[in-house]
C-alpha cells in the first residue's frame, strides 16, 4: 500500500507586492498485491564432466493494483506539465510466467558454481475497468499485449537476447527486437536489430576491440532497414597509456546532417573529426 500527497501553489500576486497565494493539496492512494508460485522444478542429469547437471525452473506470478480516480474539484484545478500532475484511475491484474535453466558448471576439480544460462518470461495484464465497463463488448480492449523476453548466455562467450509484444486483439506483432553478442578474447561484436510494427526499423551493430593494454578501437553503425541507408556511423581509436597518466581518443563521425543547409536538398550528411586528450588529475580538453 502506497499514500502519496502533492502540494500545489498558486504562485505569487504581482499586482500586491508578489504575495504568496494560497495552495492545495491533492492526495490518493495505491494498493497491491502479488502471489508467487507454486515453483516446479526439475533436474536432469547431464553425465558431462563439465556441465553434470542442469535445473529447469517455472514460477508463475499474479499480481493487482489499484488506484483510486481523484476528486473532480482536485482534478479541475491542477494543471497538467508532467507525470507527476496526472494520476489515472486503475484496477489491474498481471499475470506471468518465468521459466530459467540454470547449469552447474566445473571451475576446478571438485569445484564447481551454478549459472543462470536462460531466462524466458511471458507475461500480460488485463484492465479491469475497461472489462466490466458499459461499452459494447466489441469495443472493449482490456487485455495488453502479451509480452515475451529471453535472456540467454549458454557460454560466457555468446549472447542471445530478444523481447517481442503480440496483440490480442487485432492479432498481430507490434515489437520484435534481437540482440546478439559474440566475445572472443580481446573483441567482442554484437548486432541489435529493433522493428516495430508501421514504424521504421533498425539495426545497430559493432565492435569492439581491445588490442592490447593501450589501444582500443570501437567502430557502430546504425542502418535504417525501411530506407535502405546508414543515418550514422562511428569509428574511435583509443589510447591509454600503461602508466594510466595521459591518454587520447581519436573519432571518425560520419553522419546525416542535424543542420539542414539551404540550398543543398535532404539528406545532406556530414564528416567530422574529434580529438580529445586526457591528462589524469587535470581534466578532458
Known sequence: MGLRETVYSKGLDATDNNKRLDFFTRESFNVGASLDGPRFEKIFDLKNKYIPKAKHLIEPRISYSYTPDIDEKDRAKIKVFDGVDTINRQSSITYSLTQRILQKERESPGKFNTREVLRFDISQSMD?????????????????????????????????????????????????????????????????????????????S?????????????????????????????????????????????????????????????NQRETKFLLGITLRGIGTF
Open 128 to 204: 479491469l475497468i475497461e472489462a466490466t465497463g458499459s461499452e459494447e463488448s466489441e469495443n472493449k480492449k482490456p487485455f495488453s499485449a502479451v509480452r515475451f523476453d529471453l535472456d540467454s548466455r549458454f557460454h560466457d562467450n555468446l549472447k542471445f537476447n530478444f523481447d517481442s509484444t503480440f496483440d490480442v486483439h487485432d492479432s498481430a506483432l507490434k515489437t520484435f527486437n534481437l540482440e546478439l553478442g559474440l566475445n572472443v578474447d580481446d573483441l567482442y561484436v554484437f548486432f541489435d536489430r529493433r522493428w516495430a510494427k508501421d514504424q521504421e526499423t533498425f539495426i545497430i
Open 206 to 266: 559493432g565492435l569492439n576491440w581491445t588490442i592490447n593494454d593501450a589501444w582500443n578501437i570501437k567502430a557502430t553503425t546504425r542502418y535504417n532497414e525501411t530506407e535502405d541507408k546508414f543515418p550514422e556511423n562511428h569509428l574511435s581509436l583509443l589510447y591509454d597509456n600503461p602508466c594510466k597518466c595521459w591518454g587520447f581518443n581519436l573519432d571518425l563521425i560520419e553522419r546525416e546532417s542535424l543542420v539542414q543547409i539551404a540550398g543543398q536538398g535532404p
